[in-house]
């Protein structure tokens, strides 16, 4: 592409090769910041600019590096993106062999194009989406501020039209701008495409960072609206042959300052005596002071007010005039803590500072211009003297209203969010993650937790016989006890439709089932209105966790005590799972007792299951199971029975040439009397194969499990403790049986 001729008629031609001194070592500190992306990334960190940085930012700007670093501190984020910008503008005009006067023009704009950014307020730079009508009047007024605070300090106008001529569009469409096309000065549409493509690939606070390709396929696609079609065409061939600024950290580039030239383009100049630099930074800090958007106000040693500044007159609705030469007092502002309580002078922080010549930032109450009262971030600071002693005091008072309300939008968002609207209980998603925080928190500590799940007895026939509106007044009245009941701590949720779940930190199965039996019993002696004075009922599964559960696993498990609860009859409670505490089963004999004496069959499942039947009618029920499963009794006791049931009359037998497996089933009775008084009976059920070997064969486990499902329908049973044995490999060698394997 051709590149026109240089935007400043004045410039000095160096194209005879014999650059003059001056510009010649501009042209070498733009070298420098052009080398910066050839350079090894700096591994500090990427919150603050490096010393290299620093120096750049003084070698560029020199007595300018003040507003430099005022926007650095008003907003870290824009520095450093006007400082990538700068290091991209520099790259790309050594890329075009452009005149190093322009070449430090245009660097010197970059550093600055944002620097009315110091004028917007906080809460405007820190907004998360799209800003509305007057944010964003604001916004562009920061464009007009910049412009404003650089004509005060900038000595020529070719900066200065570079950065207005910055926000102008190529084809003339956007109003405001004389000038368009090729009228525009180069660097002007050099650095529109350098700042659009850093923001484009930069993380906002508003947007995720787009990739290389889609940053530059956007400034294709406004290429010859917003854009200069040939600039475009050059910037995207520079970034795909070569690697793209760093968006996160600096360099280590400049090697060599060169500081002879640094303050050409300002009205201070180098050579100027004390007073005079004095008399220019005061002109410095007072537009930095006017134009910000906190109150600030000055104070000397005797309380007098001897500055107020615009947006303290905003803010306060109080003129510079009415009060500079009067007496400061909290009154004046109606100042008061937090809470609402006057300051008194023990603890107002002004007098403090004046007193004992300590800073302080603390929240505070003040009356503003609308006579309401609104909460401000106050930050006093002394003023010392050279000679050490107090001299005033400064203020500064930043109005949070806005960020309070938005924090109290957010945390309402955010309880929406997790809610479940009907119930105001914990909803689904809410639960997982709680649920999943809770498994990894206890599995850590070792420490017990459980789930409790819980269904409302045949709701279906609640809504079609009282209608949907009965129903949700029986899903709100079951919530509301649920979260009576609930410990502190506990999680109660809405899992979907008539399902609930209550997750139980620092609890073991006896309590979940306890606290579960409290909720039951309370739910079946309540007389529902909604339902014509009928009661409901509904039915509980409790589960602890146990070694290398998951959240899935242990929602499963309680799951399945629900499933359990439900064939059982409905209105109870069933528990499963052993949890933490339950004991290890393993073949711990020695080799030589392995390998000589006979050994026991160990375990395959072992489960305690409580019947709501009197012993002897237990005993009853098993004749019945011994009958249908052709069982061989072996022992019987008055509270032990041990039975074998060979393979022909075990259920999952897939084919006839399998090997049956003969099992042995022990059970263990123990009358137990319920709170009412009524007789019921404890069993203790063990199954085991008849030889050791035979625990190896296929599908035994599964075999075992199913005897032990169908022992509890004989049993009518409810509240299990599941101690499942895993079953062994079925392919152990004897060598492994040996050694212990």
């Not at 509305?132 to 900066?159: F, H, W």
């Not at 309580?341 to 300590?358: C, F, H, K, M, Y």
């Not at 089933?665 to 009412?676: M, V």
Request: charged residues 25%; proline residues 4%.
């Amino acid at each position: 592409m051709s590149v026109e001729p240089t935007s400043n008629p004045n410039a000095i031609n160096s194209s005879d090769g014999s650059d003059s001194s001056a510009d010649g070592q501009i042209h070498a500190i733009s070298n420098l910041i052009a080398w910066a992306d050839e350079s090894d990334v700096d591994p500090g960190n990427g919150d603050n600019f490096d010393d290299t940085d620093n120096q750049l930012i003084q070698v560029s700007l020199g007595v300018a590096s003040g507003l430099f670093y005022a926007l650095q501190a008003k907003h870290f984020p824009t520095a450093a993106h006007s400082l990538r910008v700068a290091k991209m503008c520099s790259r790309w005009a050594i890329s075009l062999d452009l005149e190093p006067f322009q070449r430090d023009q245009l660097e010197v704009a970059a550093l600055l194009h944002d620097i009315g950014k110091i004028g917007v307020p906080d809460y405007v730079l820190s907004c998360p989406g799209k800003l509305p009508a007057e944010e964003q009047t604001l916004m562009e007024r920061s464009q007009e501020l910049g412009l404003e605070i650089l004509s005060a300090c900038c000595d020529g106008e070719e900066i200065i039209d570079l950065i207005r001529y910055n926000y102008a569009w190529y084809d003339g469409t956007k109003g405001g701008f004389d000038l368009k096309e090729k009228q525009l000065p180069l660097e002007a549409r050099m650095l529109a495409i350098a700042d659009a493509y850093d923001s484009m690939t930069v993380d906002q606070i508003f947007r995720r960072a787009r990739s290389t390709d889609r940053a530059l396929a956007e400034l294709l696609a406004f290429s010859g609206s917003q854009f200069d079609p040939e600039l475009v065409d050059s910037f995207c061939q520079m970034q795909t042959q070569s690697r793209p600024v760093d968006p996160t950290g600096t360099r280590h580039w400049l090697r060599v300052l060169s500081p002879d030239q640094a303050n050409r383009h300002w009205k201070a100049r180098q050579e100027m005596g004390p007073q005079a630099r004095q008399r220019w930074a005061t002109i410095f800090q007072e537009s930095l002071v006017r134009h910000i958007h906190d109150a600030v106000i000055y104070l000397d040693l005797n309380l007098e007010i001897v500055g107020w500044n615009q947006a303290a007159e905003r803010l306060t609705g109080l003129t510079r005039e009415a009060v500079e030469g009067h007496q400061w007092s909290s009154e004046l502002l109606g100042m008061a803590d937090q809470n609402g309580r006057r300051l008194q002078p023990e603890n107002d922080p002004v007098r403090a500072a004046i007193t004992g010549a300590s800073q302080t930032i603390d929240r505070l109450s003040i009356r503003n211009a609308a006579n309401k009262f609104v909460t401000v971030t106050a930050h006093v600071v002394p003023v010392i003297g050279e000679d050490g002693k107090t001299i005033g005091v400064t203020i500064q008072m930043h109005d949070t209203t806005s960020m309070e309300s938005l924090e109290e939008q957010i945390e309402s968002l955010h309880y929406k969010a997790t809610r479940d609207p009907l119930t105001g209980l914990v909803n689904r998603a809410e639960m997982d993650r709680a649920l999943s925080e809770m498994v990894e928190r206890h599995t850590a500590a070792g420490k017990a937790c459980s789930v409790i799940i819980c269904d409302i007895d045949f709701f279906k026939r609640i809504n079609d016989t009282y209608g949907h509106q009965a129903g949700d007044e029986a899903l709100t009245g079951f919530a509301k006890l649920l979260q009576a009941y609930a410990r502190p701590g506990d999680v109660t949720a809405r899992y979907g439709g008539e399902e609930f779940v209550v997750l139980c930190p620092n609890s073991n199965n006896e309590t979940a089932a306890a606290l579960a039996e409290r909720i039951r019993s309370e739910l079946a002696s309540i007389s529902q209105q909604a339902l014509g004075g009928k009661n409901m009922t509904a039915s509980f599964g409790v589960t602890e966790i146990q070694h290398g559960d998951t959240a899935d696993t242990i929602l499963n498990r309680a799951d399945r005590a629900l499933l359990q609860s439900k064939e059982l009859g409905r209105n109870i409670v069933t528990q499963i799972g052993g949890g933490f505490s339950e004991p290890a089963v393993g073949n711990r004999r020695s080799w030589l007792s392995r390998l000589f004496t006979p050994e026991e069959p160990e375990l395959l499942l072992k489960r305690a299951m409580k019947t709501r039947v009197p012993l002897n009618l237990a005993a009853e029920k098993i004749g019945g199971f011994v009958a249908d499963h052709r069982a061989q009794v072996i022992t019987v006791k008055q509270d032990y029975i041990k039975m074998m049931i060979d393979g022909e009359s075990l259920p999952m037998q897939r084919r006839s040439a399998d090997r049956v497996v003969p099992l042995i089933i022990e059970l263990h009775f123990s009358p137990l009397t319920a709170e009412n008084g009524s007789q019921h009976t404890k069993v203790q059920i063990s199954i085991s194969p008849r030889r050791n070997r035979d625990r190896r064969k296929r599908d035994a486990f599964e075999r075992a499990r199913h005897l032990l499902l169908s022992m509890q329908s004989y049993l009518v049973a409810y509240e299990f403790v599941d101690t499942t044995v895993a079953p062994a490999d079925e392919n152990t060698s004897w060598w492994s049986r040996l050694w212990g394997g």
